[in-house]
């Protein structure tokens, strides 16, 4: 499968079919595997021959994702968790150790951003926020115990875009793991592991899934590091279940397809919003407005499906306009069919302090859409009554 394209690849990697010959793979929902003699059993505890034990540990369905998602992230490894914030916890929490130092770009996911202040800090893993895209104020943050570097590009809300070629040659000029929050851009938008990344997280609630049913997460990455964290995930047991495999492997199956369309949606709101004269800005990577979309076109394959804006007037305007939409979905999830709008000052990101928010990028009167499928005329028809309406005193 190795060789064939990014669609093929999604579509044609399967568990092994059983004795039924289904087409399409069942859900192996069993908590554990039966063995035919009690000798077999040892020698699969035993890691002497390969096999099903126990579903924390591994499962046909959890298997067949985590296999696809290697295959398209050119990873050689890999687990699959209960939330996309386990997939964090692991590659940090797998790696690390009392006294280690990680360096990482304010421009975060909250959750991220208060594992590492709230609980990491607690077991002295000690952390610098740093200007990603820029080696001398990288290096300034360099102690003798930095072992990490952790980046989200794009990331999350602020849509910023961290230069992984640059960050990448860094982190191995300097024997530095390189981990990235890939959830943003997605397997189909961008491949971390081209640029040097050793580590490759999803939040698979979002694209993945694609229609907001299910919460997971992955993690995939090179086989030498991933041990660690497969144990730890096995140990805590933050896997995932079959059935959330099971629906998130379909659902890879359109994944191209349905970045496709949701990024020329996303284009096309973001430049009609450009051109809207009650636009205060509005930020998406491949608007040549962005302030690194050379860099967003080097390293994505097409734009991505959020749009972050704020309205002239704004956090007073913002909530009005937010709430006077029909179309749109008031809800922090995204990556979904469906098109939803948050607020991140007072929803996402409401538990940092206003001079964290204010360094993360994140204004008052800011607000990330998340461009669904619907038809692009009748979002756009519904952007522009609300944007009417909210001018209104
Ligand atoms: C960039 C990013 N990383 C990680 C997460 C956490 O994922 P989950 O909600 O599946 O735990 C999110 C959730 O919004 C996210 O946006």
């Given at each position: 499968m190795k060789n064939k394209k990014f669609e093929t690849r999604a579509i044609r990697t399967q568990a092994i079919q059983s004795s039924y010959k289904e087409h399409s793979v069942p859900i192996y929902e069993t908590s554990s595997f039966v063995f035919n003699t009690a000798e077999e059993a040892e020698a699969v505890f035993a890691e002497k021959k390969s096999g099903y034990l126990y579903s924390r540990y591994n499962n046909p369905n959890t298997d067949e994702l985590v296999s696809k998602l290697c295959l398209l992230e050119n990873a050689e490894s890999g687990v699959a968790t209960s939330s996309g914030m386990a997939a964090v916890f692991l590659s940090m929490g797998g790696i690390l150790r009392a006294g280690d130092h990680i360096i990482l770009s304010r421009h975060l996911f909250a959750t991220t951003h208060l594992l590492v202040e709230q609980v990491l800090s607690k077991w002295g893993i000690t952390h610098s926020y740093v200007k990603m895209n820029n080696p001398e104020k990288i290096v300034t943050c360099l102690l003798p115990s930095t072992r990490m570097i952790f980046?989200?590009?794009?990331s999350n809300p602020g849509?910023?875009?961290?230069?992984?070629?640059l960050i990448g040659k860094f982190s191995k000029q300097h024997d530095l793991y390189f981990v990235v929050d890939n959830c943003f851009a997605t397997p189909y938008l961008q491949n971390p592991m081209k640029y040097g990344a050793d580590f490759v997280i999803h939040s698979t609630t979002k694209f993945i899934d694609g229609q907001g049913r299910t919460i997971g997460g992955a993690i995939l990455g090179k086989e030498k590091f991933m041990n660690d964290i497969i144990t730890l995930s096995r140990m805590v047991g933050t896997t995932m279940a079959p059935t959330t495999g099971w629906l998130l492997s379909k659902s890879l199956e359109t994944l191209s397809i349905r970045m496709e369309r949701l990024c020329s949606n996303a284009l096309s709101m973001a430049e009609y919003l450009e051109n809207h004269p009650d636009i205060e800005w509005v930020k998406y990577p491949f608007l040549s407005s962005h302030p690194n979309y050379k860099l967003a076109r080097k390293q994505m394959r097409l734009g991505g499906a959020l749009v972050t804006f704020e309205l002239k007037g704004g956090r007073p305007?913002?909530?009005?306009?937010?709430?006077?939409?029909k179309l749109f979905s008031i809800t922090p999830n995204l990556g979904d069919t469906r098109t939803t709008i948050t607020h991140p000052a007072t929803t996402t990101h409401s538990k940092l302090s206003d001079e964290e928010r204010t360094e993360a990028g994140i204004t008052d009167g800011m607000m990330r859409v998340s461009v669904g499928l619907e038809h692009i005329d009748d979002l756009i028809e519904d952007l522009e009554n609300a944007i009417s309406y909210s001018k209104k005193d």
């Open positions: 980046v989200e590009t794009p849509l910023e875009i961290f230069d992984l070629e305007r913002a909530m009005k306009f937010i709430n006077a939409l």
